[in-house]
Structure formats: structure tokens, C-alpha cells
């Protein structure tokens, strides 16, 4: 902590008072050291009410118990290791948040503040491109920001950079309203810089903290491992898009899939078409997207710029330019072929962003989230530059109906958030030729914790039924636009899981949803994960061959695990998958049973494998009586057969 940034929160309550209402960006843009300085002047002084009202609050991971935590010390170390952590993640975990401090957000991590009930009452439901006028109507007093700078002709330009968010929008519409906001700036040099609407107006900022000894890189966000079920889910999307067009892509596995899928179309469209052909080919690829390469390319405008999209541009996807009076960019000058709201990905995504050329870097639009996620300001404009519109995103279950259920439990309890996703779904249904495709998993679990993704109903639905367009699974496609409900239920049942059909049958039938003589035609009868297995298996692995002289050469992976990378190595990654195990063999009687036996013989300490474990976890050498629990139970990890 600098005293520049003490001095900075002295002159923020000198200006504001002891109530505030501070507003800071999502991700990587928030200025930790600045939130942590008011935070903790307020926990200092109970006569401070303090509301923090922000989104996707990111921190380096812990362990819930030692294994856990064993487990993920030494990752942290390497790859957050200059992150400075947020103070009030740690209270919000403990529901030891002060009673005069408030943590509101429109947006959480997923899964990370289930069971918590401080966190689980101050969410805040609103869409994306509403969030800055909520959080301006609750009374915004005060403005923190994350700022890239870089040297210009007269000085430094300072830059939103990679997350500009909500920001111009807090900035706007306070002025509209003859407000305005304290407003402080914490330079790092780390971020990425952007120009175009990026760059921050003089006078935006009442104090700016330039310190290079609080200067960090942005937050890492490692990318997941994809299954061959992702797989499946993202060659099938990827049929969907149209040279030409226009894509939106949201994060996660399914994303990352949809995203390589993209990249291996127009690379090796040969392999690509292959194993569309493997899955059984949609009809609807022709009519709504396509399967060549693409030659007149696409346009970006996603409120998340990702790694994965990213890499579309650097292979060459990603070059259909559209031009804007407002980013300087006209049909006979420069214009831009991405535009995002904010950039999050894993530290080599931001190296590159660093790199760019400045020819490359103007071909970035970084802008307010509401200018990207909504298109009625100026509509003949986007609707020309946004032609052919994909808006790809995730969903937890589907309604046999087509409605979508993608941030909140039965119970009510909220996974995670709306974010921008009905923003890009509504678009798609204003944009004369725009589409929304949500992705899903058709199941989860296995054996007695098996449950279907697709399900007759649900208690709440984040898109309505009346907004459905088009829901993809791994066993298909299903385009419910404009279709009744007994054609939504047909197509609903077409791509569920196999083990869950007969039910879903059955519910539509007693709905009275379904003509009682219709029956699930066979080709939809193997919707297994052995059929994909059998599709794609061999994409997913390496293939050694050899020469006549006997040197054998390795081919990657047609589908690889992790196609875009990861800050993981493939060692972590193993033995994380294995602690899984260990977690989900105790919450089963038969589990329990497998568990016992793998460590009646566990593996040996000696196999190379293990024995990296074992030192990566500090149990190489135990020390107590518990550390030697603890070895044997890794080491029974290695021979625990699955209890799915």
C-alpha cells in the first residue's frame, strides 16, 4: 500500500462524506489496491457506510481442506503470484463482511458464493447493459478504475485498456443526470492499451495513482480441460456460423470448444467436415450457418473478448472490418474487425495482447458494454455491421419449451449471474438475420447422481420461453424459433440424453404437450456417450506413425484437451482430476467401498508419476503421523476406479 492511495481515500471522504456508494468495473479492471484501501478504512471505522457495487470479483484459489490447498499453493505462487488479493472475497467466504460495509454484485464467479448467505442477499439480477444505470440509481458517489497509460506526443494517454465495462456509462450518465462522481485511477502498466472510445477523456479522473511499484499482471484465468462431449457441443455450433457474419462467444470449455471447432473449419476443413460427418450432419448448417472455410471472414462484437476469440484474429477468422464515424474508421480509412467490453484470459493471452502491433491493436474497439451488448442507439448501423449474427453462450438446463436456465438454482440460490446473456439474445431476435445459440450440456453425473440438462420445466428461467431460438447439446441441434410447443418438445427430446427420453416423454404427454402417438424416431435413440466416444475418440488423441528408416513421428491431436493451452501443466491437471476423485468417492456408499480397497493398495511411492505428486503436494518426505495419512491417501488416487 503506497501512501499516494491513503491519501487518495483522505481526499475521497473529505469530498464525499463517510456514505458511499463506490463503483468499480469487473474482472481485470477493478484497481485492488484502491478497493482494499477504502474496504479497509472502513472496517477501521464503523462510521463509514460503505456500499462496493461491482461484478466478477476474481482471486487466486484456496483449499477447502489441506489436500485442497496443498494442491494449489504452489500453482498459486506460479501463476498469481503478484495478484494482489481482495480483502473482501475472504470476509465474503467467512460471512465475516462488516455490518457497515455492503458487497454488491450483478455478476459472481461461478459457484462461488453458494451457501453463503451475506453474498447469497446482496446480488443484484440485472442485465448487463443495466447495470450501470442500477448502480448510478443507487446512489454512486464514487468511481475506481484500473487505467492503462502509454507515452503520446504531449505526455501519457491513459486508456480503460482491456476493460473499459461500465465505466463510460457510470461517466455519461452522471453528467446527463448533473451529477458527479469521485473518481480515482490506479495506472499499471501491465494492461494492455487500447485506443479508440478506450481512451479516458481529460478530466475524467479527480485523482490519478501512478506508482510502477503497484504496477501486476492482470488476473489469470486458466482454461478448463474439454471433453469430448464439449466437443461434440462445439463442432456442432460451429456449423451455425456464416462466412460473412458476425460472432459473440461466451467463456468456458463449451466456448473454448466452439471456438478450436471455428479454427479447425477453416484450417482443415477436410478433418473438420469429417467429423461433422461422424456425428451425423445437421441440416440446418445450411440454412442458418455453413462448413467451408472463411473467406470474406467475420466481425467480433462480444462484451467478452477471450483468448479463444482472440485466436480466431490470429488465425485469420476474425478480418471482416466495419467502420464507425466514432472510432475514426470509414470506408475509405481504418476500421476495426473487434469490439469488446473486457478482455480476460490466462497470463501468455495478455503478453500477446501486449505485443501487438499498433496496426493490429487498431483493428480492437474496446468500448462501454453499452455500446456492444445492445444495438436501438443506432440501429441502421449495427444492423449493417453486425450482419449475420451468431450470439453463442452457455446454459445449465433447457426447458423442453425453449426456455434457458443459466445463472440460478431451484432453490434460488445463484450461481453465477444474467451478465450479458439476455442483452445477446434479445439482439438476436431484433437483428433481422441474428441467432442465438445456447449451448448445454444434455446431462450431468452419472450412475445414481445422473440427472438430464433437459427437463419439462423449471422453478425460475433467465431466458424466457417466448425468446427461444436455437439450443445446442452434444447429440444436436435444436431450432425452436418460431415452432409450437409440441415442436419445441420433439426437438427438445431429439437431443437429450438417452437415459433421460422416456421420462421426458412421459412429462410432455401428461403436459398435454404431445400428440399420445408420437414416439422418439431411432435415430435418436444412441444419444449416448458411447456414440460420441465412438465419433470422436480417435480425433482426441495423438496418432504416432513410422517412417521406413523406423523414426517414429507424433501428430497432435485432432481435438486436443486444451486446444488453447493453459497455465496448468498437463502434470497439475492429472493430479487435480485425481483429488477429484478422492472428494467424489466419499460422498458414496460404493465410493466409499472403492476408496477403502485403493488404499488397502495404493499405488507405489516410487512410480515416477506419483512420487512428482507427492512432491508437488510436500508429502515426498512426511513428517507426522498425519502427513503420512495424507501420502497414502494421493498415492490410493492413482488406482481409484471411478464410482460414477
Not at 449451448?439 to 417466448?466: C, D, K, W
Amino acid at each position: 500500500m503506497t501512501q499516494a492511495i491513503e491519501d487518495a481515500v483522505t481526499a475521497m471522504l473529505a469530498r464525499v462524506g463517510k456514505t458511499l456508494v463506490v463503483g468499480a468495473p469487473l474482472g481485470i479492471g477493478k484497481p485492488n489496491e484502491v478497493i482494499n484501501a477504502i474496504y479497509r478504512r472502513a472496517k477501521r471505522d464503523p462510521s463509514i457506510r460503505l456500499e462496493l457495487a461491482t461484478a466478477l470479483s476474481l482471486a487466486p484459489p484456496r483449499g477447502k481442506e489441506e489436500l485442497e490447498e496443498r494442491f494449489l499453493a504452489p500453482i498459486r505462487e506460479r501463476v498469481w503470484g503478484d495478484y494482489p488479493r481482495l480483502d473482501y472475497i475472504d470476509d465474503q467466504e467467512a460471512d465475516a463482511v462488516p455490518d457497515n460495509i455492503r458487497i454488491v454484485e450483478f455478476y459472481v464467479r461461478s459457484g462461488s458464493i453458494l451457501g453463503h448467505p451475506t453474498a447469497q442477499r446482496h446480488v443484484m439480477s440485472a442485465n448487463y447493459t443495466h447495470a450501470a444505470r442500477d448502480i448510478v440509481a443507487r446512489g454512486l458517489n464514487v468511481m475506481v478504475q484500473a487505467l492503462a497509460v502509454r507515452e503520446g506526443p504531449s505526455g501519457p494517454v491513459y486508456s480503460y485498456g482491456p476493460n473499459p465495462d461500465v465505466t463510460p456509462e457510470l461517466v455519461s450518465r452522471l453528467a446527463a443526470s448533473g451529477k458527479r462522481a469521485f473518481a480515482i485511477g490506479l495506472v499499471n502498466r501491465k494492461l494492455p492499451w487500447f485506443g479508440h472510445r478506450a481512451i479516458v477523456p481529460q478530466g475524467t479522473f479527480d485523482v490519478l495513482v501512478d506508482d510502477p511499484a503497484l504496477d501486476h499482471e492482470p488476473f489469470s484465468v486458466p482454461h478448463e480441460p474439454v471433453s469430448i462431449a464439449d466437443y461434440a457441443i462445439g463442432l456442432h455450433a460451429s456449423s451455425l456460423v456464416r462466412d460473412g457474419g458476425t460472432l459473440q462467444v461466451g467463456i468456458g470449455a463449451l466456448g473454448d470448444a466452439a471456438c478450436h471447432a471455428l479454427r479447425l473449419r477453416h484450417a482443415d476443413n477436410g478433418a473438420y467436415r469429417a467429423l461433422l460427418d461422424a456425428l451425423g450432419p445437421s441440416a440446418l448448417a445450411a440454412g442458418i450457418g455453413g462448413t467451408g472455410p472463411f473467406d470474406e471472414g467475420l466481425y467480433v462484437a462480444s462484451e467478452l473478448l477471450s483468448n479463444p476469440l482472440f485466436s480466431l484474429h490470429e488465425a485469420g477468422i476474425v478480418k471482416r472490418k466495419v467502420y464507425d464515424p466514432e472510432t475514426g474508421g470509414d470506408a475509405s480509412g481504418a476500421g476495426t474487425t473487434m469490439q469488446g467490453a473486457f478482455f480476460v484470459g490466462p497470463r501468455d493471452f495478455y503478453e500477446r495482447l501486449r505485443a501487438l502491433p499498433d496496426s493490429e491493436r487498431a483493428l480492437v474497439d474496446m468500448a462501454s458494454v453499452a455500446e456492444v451488448n445492445r444495438i436501438f442507439q443506432a440501429y441502421d448501423v449495427e444492423r449493417n455491421q453486425r450482419r449475420h449474427a451468431r450470439f453463442v453462450n452457455v446454459c445449465m438446463k433447457a426447458t423442453l419449451f425453449g426456455a434457458a436456465v443459466s445463472d440460478q438454482l431451484a432453490d434460488g440460490q445463484v450461481v453465477s449471474g444474467v451478465g450479458g446473456q439476455h442483452d445477446f439474445v434479445t439482439m438476436a431476435h431484433q437483428l433481422p438475420d441474428g441467432r442465438s445459440v445456447l449451448l448445454f450440456r444434455a446431462s450431468r453425473g452419472g450412475g445414481r447422481a445422473f440427472q438430464s440438462n433437459v427437463v419439462l420445466e423449471y422453478p425460475h428461467a433467465t431466458i424466457a420461453r417466448h425468446l427461444r431460438d436455437v439450443f445446442v447439446s452434444e447429440y444436436g441441434i435444436a431450432d425452436l424459433r418460431g415452432k409450437t410447443d409440441e415442436e419445441c418438445a420433439k426437438a427438445m427430446i431429439a437431443i437429450a440424453d438417452s437415459r433421460s427420453q422416456d421420462e421426458l416423454l412421459k412429462a410432455a404427454r401428461r403436459a398435454k404437450k404431445l400428440d399420445p402417438r408420437w414416439e422418439i424416431p431411432a435415430q435418436f435413440r444412441d444419444n449416448t456417450p458411447e456414440r460420441l466416444s465412438r465419433a470422436l475418440g480417435d480425433a482426441t488423441r495423438a496418432r504416432e506413425t513410422k517412417s521406413a528408416t523406423g523414426e517414429t513421428t507424433s501428430t497432435p491431436a485432432v481435438l486436443p484437451r486444451l486446444p488453447f493451452g493453459c497455465d496448468l501443466t498437463e502434470a497439475e491437471l492429472d493430479l487435480g482430476a485425481k483429488l477429484k476423485k478422492i472428494g467424489a468417492a466419499r460422498s458414496s456408499p460404493r465410493g466409499a467401498l472403492e476408496l477403502a480397497r485403493a488404499l488397502a493398495m495404493p499405488a507405489p511411492a516410487d512410480d515416477p508419476k506419483v512420487a512428482a505428486a507427492l512432491k508437488h503436494l510436500g508429502l515426498h518426505a512426511p513428517t507426522s503421523a498425519k502427513e503420512v495419512v495424507l501420502a497414502r491417501l494421493v498415492r490410493a488416487a492413482f488406482v481409484l476406479r471411478s464410482t460414477g
